[in-house]
Each structure stands twice: as C-alpha cells, then as structure tokens.
C-alpha cells in the first residue's frame, strides 16, 4: 500500500512538471492565412487598440457634453470667526445726544457657519446645442480614424506577411545553389586530384559556394527580422511562433481578375473622403458655434441655505439655524465684443472654405491615386509573371550546362556564368515578388479594400 502511495506521488509530481514545462516551453505556434493575420491584427494590433480606446473617449466626450444641460447642484458650506467684530457709526441724537455726534456700536456675533445647496438648470444656450451636435461628429471622427488605421493596419500585415515569404522562398533558393555547388566541387576536387580538372576550376568552384553561404546566412538572419516586423504588425509578442498557411502565389495573384481591377469605384465611401467630409462638417459646425455667441444665454436657479450666529462653536448644538431660499432667473444677453465675435466668426468661415476645398482636392486625388495604383500592379504581375518564367528558363540552362562541364564539354568560366545568370535571375524574381506584394497592397487601400 505504501508502494502505491508513493508511486502515486511521484506520478503526481512528474505530471505536474510536466504541466509547468508544457506552459514554460511548449508555447503553441500560431497559424495565419493572410486573411486570417490580418483580421488578427485589427483586433490585436497596437494602433487597433489605441484607435478603439479614442472611440470610447469620444463616446465618453458625447455623454459628457450632454450633461453640461442637465440639472447641475451644488452645496457649499462656509465658516467665519471674527478676530474684531466691525464697527458702526450711529448718529448720536438718536440716543438724546448732541447732533453731529456719532455713537460706536459692534453689531454681530463672533462666529457664523452657514451651508447653501444650489441647483441651476440650463435653458437655452445657442453654444451648447452646437457644442452637443459637435461632440457626435467628433465621435464620428474617432470612428473614421479607426475604419482608417484598420485599413492601414491591413496594408501593414500584407507587406509584411509578403516580406517573410519572400524572404523564405529566397533562402530556400539560396539553399538548393549551395546544394549544386558542393556537389560540383566535389566532383571538381576529385576531378583535380586525378589530373583532369585545373586547379582555376577548383578555386573558381570554392570562391562561387562561399558567396552562395555568405548570401544564404544574410537571407536567414532577414527571416527572423521579416517575422519579428510581422509579428509586430499583429501584436504578437516576439517569443511567440508563428506558421504562415499561404504561399507567394496566393498573396500575389488572388485577386488578378478583370472586375477587381476596373470595377467602378464610389469615392464617397473611401475612408480618406469619410475623413475629410467629416471634418468639412466639424468645420460647419463651429462656424455655426461662432455664430451662436450672438444669442442670450438663459439659465434658472434655486438656492437654499441655512445660516448660524453665534458668540461660541456651538453650531452643532444648541445653535439656532436661519433658512433662506430663493428662486430664479439668470439672462445673459452679449452687446458688444470689440468686433471680436465677428472676427472669430469669419475665421470660423474661412475654415469651411478650405475644408470645402479640401474635398474637391481629395476627389481628383483619390481618382489619380486608384488609376496609378491599378498601373503599377498590372506592371508589376507582369513583371512578376516574366521572371517567374525566366527562373525556370534560367534553371534549364544551368542544368545543361553543369550536365556539359562533368562531361567536360565545357569549362568552369561557362558554368561559373550559368550560375551567375541563375543567380541574377533568382534575385529579380525576388525582386518582383516583393513589388508585386507592394502594388497589391496599395491597389487595396486605393480601392479601400
């Protein structure tokens, strides 16, 4: 029985090491689509969370600009000792004395408190009715700017989700040169060491393959940046590990379609327009704010207090108390600034303007913006598709070529130039993955996509 106990304790012991290690070190690695990283991150990613916590201020902003015309009350308390009660001066023929003669008197107690609650209720105050119509269209603003940085957010990611596959298919084919070089020196040394290849061909060789492992180092040290970056973008922290689920191909070439690239396009529902009209709005309505200041501003009120005098502090208890109240009204009515009012109202209108300007501005330039973003990425597919193709055509003639030299048809210089036309070839189809990728995402934000 003790034998079962203590191996039941043991077995206790090791699954609970085995827990804490599983949490410590077996962290489970994430897997995205693209989709998928990029709906992650609009809810994860910095920029995300700090455009909704400007959302919630504003809606906050709204709540408290709609308390400014509810009733507000306040209660005040005061307390006063008097160190010398004042003097008052009485004529003394009120007493039987001689006229022209005063007489001192002290009138008072030595100690007063008092307590005074006052409640006071807006009316009408042209300023707090555009002020409350502001403070929605400032919460609209808050909304666009965070429709705005998820887009951006989107952009973000793909670039970056793109970058480290691109990153990766380079390694990968830094990775098979490598794997082709080692062999053909290899075979070179041996060749060398039974007299039949020169020693040139040898060094050739060896100088090719450390050139391919220096280039095939830099590409993996930029895997580990790319993923960081991407990781980043998302709002996962670093230490975790993620697995990317698509391929270039499916980043690249998903939406090549004809009604992708030219469908018709509604300016008005682009964000930046969203934006720009909203503060044309804001824009009106502090013009209409400005204006307001010419109207009177009327507010009600009731005041009830409670006063006690006495010659000691004795308030709390046997004191009598005096109550007071009193309703009514207060009326401000503006007469004359100094032309001030008239002058912030004309800048108030000017601004309109240049919001109004702003507008027509943005029209013509989110137009220009979708017809070079459409441009820019049926170049940049076709340039992709081009060297895609020129990349296998490249492999075909390295191939026949390594095929010619262990035959010893051909010499090292003429395979060591297939190789560099491979490599140059490799390196422009990366290069157009990454322009692709970059055209793509821009496409996307012109087309608010």
Known sequence: ???????????????????????????EKLQFTLEQAQRYGIEHSYLSQSASMEVQKSKRKVKETIAMGLPQVNATGNYQKYLELPVQLVPAESFGGARGEYVEFTFGTEQQMGVDIRATQLLFDGSYFVGLQASRVYLEL??????????????????????????????????????NLKKNLDET?????????????????ELLLANA????????????????????????DIENEIELLDGIDEVTLESTDEDYLNNDFDI?????????????????????????????????????QQNSYSSKFDFLDEARWFPTQTIGLNLSVPIFSGFERN???????????????VEKQLTQKLQIDIANARSEYTFALSQFQTSK????????????????????VSTSLELTQANEQLLNTQSSYINAAI?????????DKALNK
């Open 1 to 27: 029985m003790k034998i079962r106990k203590q191996g039941f304790a043991m077995l206790l012991i090791s699954s609970c090491l085995a827990l804490i290690n599983s949490s410590l070190y077996g962290q």
């Open 268 to 304: 008005k529902s682009h964000i930046d327009y969203k934006l720009v009209a909203t503060q044309k709005e804001a824009s009106k309505l502090l013009w209409k704010q400005q204006r307001s200041t010419y109207l009177p501003s009327l507010n009600a009120f009731y005041s009830y």
């Open 213 to 236: 492992k220096s280039a095939y180092d830099q590409a993996s040290r930029l895997i580990e940046i790319s993923r960081n970056q991407l990781k980043f973008a998302m709002g996962i």
């Open 343 to 357: 002058n912030k109202v004309q800048q108030a209108k000017i601004d309109f303007e240049i919001a109004e300007l």
């Open 389 to 408: 193709q020129n990349i296998k055509l490249a492999e075909r003639i390295y191939h026949k070529m390594q095929t010619k030299y262990e035959e010893g």
């Open 435 to 443: 322009q692709l990728i970059n055209a793509k995402s821009n496409l």
């Open 142 to 179: 808050t909304k666009n700017d965070k429709e705005k940085t998820e887009t951006e957010v989107k952009q973000m990611i793909a670039q970056a989700y793109g970058n480290v596959l691109v990153t990766e298919e380079n390694a990968e084919i830094l990775s098979l040169n490598i794997v």
């Open 189 to 205: 040394k041996a060749l060398y060491e039974s007299g039949f290849a020169e020693e040139q061909d040898r060094d050739q060789l």
